[in-house]
């Protein structure tokens, strides 16, 4: 894992050059935006390919995520930004492991929906009507449906990252290469990784797989709320 000291730009993500910025942050937020003006992307023509060939990863993206780490050093802190390959090589592998998962669901309510209500106009009701309506607030299933968002990121995380990931197994005192998904988490949870540093990996996951606004407009000069 590379690890870049603020000294040399590293960042990318936008919106933490455009974080918060007071008297007090001020000289991080310039770090940091100087970050991101240094590492952006290289836009390459467009490239018509031949035949995709089953078993290959042509389509394949890799770039790096960016995580935040800070320090304590003699009382002061020290910001540095860690920067970690990642790949979309095994995301489908993963899309194909939560199939066979059910995703919880919202338990049912009837409920008497009036025309002139949100959900009546939403609906097209014309009279007032009994509807079944999904109570996403009922706690049993905000705690289920939390669970198994949580699980699908980490294990997305855990997947993504494109370098060997070493763990100590439980009972031993040599590390060992993480191979399956269980391992990679738990060489994840050694490493000390926060929830909010594993969402920032899956979000540049989801960053050099996905279009941006910025750049449908660059190539196509469209945006996708034109469409």
């Not at 059910?102 to 009994?130: C, F, H, N, W, Y």
């Not at 996403?136 to 993504?160: F, G």
Request: glycine share 4%; proline share 4%; aromatic share 6%.
């Amino acid at each position: 894992m590379n690890e870049v000291k603020t000294s040399a730009p590293a960042l990318t993500r936008a919106d933490w050059a455009q974080g918060n910025v007071d008297e007090e942050g001020t000289k991080e937020a310039e770090t940091m935006a100087a970050c991101a003006q240094t590492a952006q992307p290289v836009y390459e023509t467009l490239k018509e390919i031949t035949p995709c060939v089953t078993g290959g990863t042509l389509m394949a993206s890799k770039g790096l995520a960016f995580v935040k780490k800070v320090t304590l050093v003699n009382g002061k802190e020290v910001v540095n930004i860690i920067a970690i390959p990642i790949t979309t090589e095994r995301l489908d592998a993963v899309t194909k492991r939560f199939e066979d998962e059910r995703e919880p669901i919202a338990p049912m309510q009837d409920k008497l929906i009036l025309p002139s209500s949100k959900m009546g106009v939403a609906l097209g009701l014309t009279k007032k009507e009994i509807v079944s309506v999904a109570q996403h607030d009922d706690p049993k299933y905000k705690r289920a449906i939390e669970m198994y968002n949580t699980k699908l990121t980490t294990t997305v995380v855990a997947e993504s990252i494109d370098i060997p990931l070493y763990f100590i197994p439980s009972g031993k005192e040599a590390r060992a290469l993480a191979t399956s998904t269980a391992d990679k988490i738990t060489a994840l949870t050694q490493m000390g990784f926060a929830a909010v540093q594993r969402m920032q990996i899956a979000f540049a996951v989801q960053r050099i797989a996905n279009w941006t606004e910025t750049e449908r407009v660059r190539f196509f000069g469209e945006s996708l709320e034109s469409k």
